[in-house]
C-alpha cells in the first residue's frame, strides 16, 4: 500500500506531467464538446407542454345546498384520470392528431401510448391541477395538452353529475324502502289496536269499573232471585189453598207438577249458559250438558205429540187468571228474566276478566309496535332530508353552479426540449473527451514511474538528497521546450477547429 508521502509525490509527478503537455486538456474539452454537439443534434428531441387548472369551489353557500359529490380532490382527480383515458371519452380527441387503428388491439396501443406521455399533477393544498404531455413535435405536445384538459373538464363534469345523479337515486331508493316498510307498521299498529283497543292500558281503568260495576250487577240480581225463590213457594201454597188443594201436600212437588220438563229444561239451559262463559263448545261438561237439554227437550215434544189436538173449530177460551196466579206468573217471568240477566253478566264479567288479564301482553306488543313505528319513521324523515339535499345538489350541478375546473394556463408551444438536457450531455462529453485525452498521461505514468523533480525526490521516503544539480539551458532544452509549446498549440487550435466545424456543421443542418 501507497504512503502518504509517495501518494502526494505520485499527485505531485502527474500534476507536472499534464502541465507540460496541457493541449491534452484542451483536446480534451473541444473534442468533447464536438462530440456532445453531434450527438445532441441526432438524439431526438422530447418537448413538454402543459396547463393549469384552478379548482373553483361551490357558488352556492354550503349552508343552503350542500354537494352531494365526493371533495376529496386526490381520490377524485385520480378516478377522472383513469376515465379520461378510456377510449370512448378519447378516441374522437385522438383522430385529430393521430392516425387512429381500426382493429382494438390497435387503438388500445394507441391509448396506451397516449397514457404513457401524459400526466396529470396535484396540489391539493392550493387546488391546482396540472395537465401535461410529452412529444417530439412541440405543437403537437401543446394541442395534446390542450385536447387532454378540455376532456379533462368534460369528464370532471359528467362524474360530478352522474355522481349527483347517482347518490340522489340511491337516497331515493332507501327513502322509498322505509316508507313502505313505515306503512306496513302503520297498517299492522292499526290493526292490532282495532283488534285490542280494549285491551290496553288506556282502556284498563274503564275495564275495572265496568267489572266492579257488572259484579254489583250480578249480586244485585241474585238477591232479587233469592227474594223471588222465597216468595214463589209461599204464593204457590197459597193459590193451591185457593183452589182447595189437598192438605198436606208438599208445595215444591206441586211446584214442579206444574210443569216439570219445562221447569228443568229452562235450569238446564241456564246451566249451559254458564258453563259456555268459561269453557269451549267440545269442553265435556258442556257436551254433557247440551245431551241432557236435547233429552228434555224430546221428552217435551213427545209428551206434546200425545195431548189431543184442538181445532180451530172448537178453541178452548184460555181461563182467566186470578190475581194470585197472575201475581205467581209475574214472578216466574222476572225469575227466568233474572237467569238470562245473570248470563249476560256473567259473560260480560268473563270479558272483561280476560280483557284485564291480558293488558300487560296487548300494551307491551303495542309499545313494541310503536316504537318500530317511530324508528322507521325517524329514518324515514332522515332519508327524506337527504333524498331533498341530494336533489338540490343534483339540480345544482346541472346548472354548473357547484365546484367547477377552470383553465388558468393553456399549454403553449415549448421553445426547449426536455429530452435531451444539453447542460448534461455537454457535461458528459467532456467528461469523457478528457478521459481518453488526458487519461493515458497518468496511466503512463503509473506503469512508468518517472521522477523529474527536486520537489517530487524529496517527497520519496527513505531516499536521501545528497546533491541538487541546478537545471542547465542548453540550445537542446531550448528547442526541445519550444517544440512542446509549438505542440501543444498546435494540437490545442486543431481541437478548437474540429469543434468549430462541428458546431457549424450543426448549425448549418439545423438552419
Known amino acids: 500500500m501507497m504512503e502518504p508521502r509517495d501518494q502526494k509525490a505520485m499527485i505531485f509527478e502527474l500534476t507536472d506531467g499534464i502541465l507540460r503537455s496541457w493541449w491534452t486538456v484542451v483536446a480534451g474539452i473541444f473534442f468533447g464538446l464536438a462530440a456532445a454537439t453531434l ?43 383513469e376515465q379520461i383515458f378510456d377510449e370512448t ?74 355522481q349527483a345523479e347517482g347518490t340522489t337515486d340511491s337516497v331515493r331508493a332507501r ?51 233469592d227474594e223471588i225463590n222465597r216468595e214463589l213457594p209461599v204464593l204457590r201454597a197459597r193459590l193451591r189453598k185457593a183452589q182447595n188443594a189437598p192438605t198436606g201436600s208438599d208445595p215444591d212437588a206441586d211446584v214442579a207438577a206444574v210443569d216439570p220438563l219445562t221447569q228443568q229444561l229452562r235450569q238446564r239451559r241456564a246451566q249451559l249458559d254458564a258453563l259456555l ?54 214472578l216466574e217471568t222476572d225469575l227466568a228474566r233474572l237467569d238470562r240477566d245473570q248470563l249476560g253478566i256473567r259473560r260480560d264479567i268473563g270479558m272483561l276478566e ?8 296487548v300494551q307491551t306488543r303495542l309499545e313494541q309496535l310503536v316504537s318500530e313505528r317511530d324508528l322507521l319513521s325517524t329514518k324515514f324523515l332522515e332519508f327524506q332530508t337527504h333524498l331533498d339535499t341530494a336533489e338540490d345538489a343534483e339540480t345544482l350541478e346541472a346548472s354548473e353552479r357547484a365546484q367547477q375546473i377552470q383553465v388558468v394556463e393553456e399549454a403553449i408551444v415549448p421553445t426547449r426540449p426536455i429530452h435531451p438536457q444539453p447542460l448534461k450531455i455537454y457535461l458528459v462529453g467532456v467528461m469523457i473527451g478528457c478521459l481518453l ?9 503509473l506503469l512508468n514511474p518517472l521522477v523529474a523533480s527536486e ?44 469543434f468549430a466545424a462541428v458546431y457549424v456543421y450543426v448549425n448549418g443542418i439545423g438552419g
Open 39 to 81: 450527438a445532441l443534434n441526432f438524439i431526438p428531441r422530447v418537448y413538454e407542454a402543459g396547463t393549469k387548472l384552478l379548482v373553483v369551489p361551490q357558488q352556492v353557500p354550503g349552508e343552503f345546498i350542500k354537494s352531494t359529490v365526493t371533495e376529496d380532490m386526490t381520490r377524485r382527480a385520480h378516478a377522472l384520470g
Open 89 to 162: 371519452n378519447l378516441l374522437e380527441p385522438l383522430s385529430k392528431y393521430y392516425r387512429v387503428p381500426e382493429d382494438d388491439k390497435g387503438r388500445r396501443s394507441l391509448i396506451r401510448a397516449v397514457r404513457s406521455r401524459a400526466d396529470l399533477g396535484i396540489n391539493a393544498r392550493e387546488g391546482l391541477l396540472f395537465v401535461t404531455y410529452q412529444d417530439g413535435d412541440p405543437e403537437l405536445a401543446a394541442a395534446m395538452a390542450n385536447t387532454l384538459t378540455q376532456v379533462y373538464i368534460e369528464t370532471s363534469k359528467k362524474f360530478r353529475t352522474d
Open 175 to 225: 327513502a322509498e324502502e322505509y316508507k313502505t316498510e313505515l306503512d306496513k307498521k302503520h297498517a299492522e299498529l292499526n290493526g292490532f289496536l282495532q283488534q285490542h283497543y280494549a285491551e290496553t292500558a288506556e282502556s284498563y281503568p274503564a275495564n275495572l269499573q265496568q267489572l266492579e260495576a257488572r259484579q254489583n250487577d250480578l249480586e244485585a240480581s241474585r238477591t232479587k232471585q
Open 277 to 330: 262463559v268459561d269453557y269451549q263448545e267440545a269442553h265435556p261438561q258442556v257436551q254433557r250438558k247440551k245431551r241432557e237439554i236435547e233429552d228434555l227437550e224430546s221428552r217435551i215434544a213427545a209428551r206434546d205429540a200425545t195431548a189431543p189436538p184442538q181445532t180451530p173449530d172448537s178453541p178452548k177460551p184460555a181461563a182467566p187468571l186470578s190475581p194470585l196466579a197472575a201475581q205467581i206468573a209475574s
Open 354 to 361: 280476560r280483557r284485564i288479564a291480558a293488558t300487560p301482553s
Open 437 to 445: 485525452f488526458v487519461g493515458p498521461l497518468p496511466a503512463r505514468r
Open 455 to 498: 520537489a517530487g525526490m524529496r517527497e520519496f521516503e527513505g531516499v536521501p538528497l545528497l546533491v541538487t544539480i541546478p537545471r542547465i539551458i542548453t540550445e537542446e532544452a531550448r528547442g526541445f521546450a519550444s517544440r512542446q509549446l509549438a505542440k501543444n498549440l498546435s494540437l490545442s487550435i486543431l481541437a478548437t477547429i474540429v
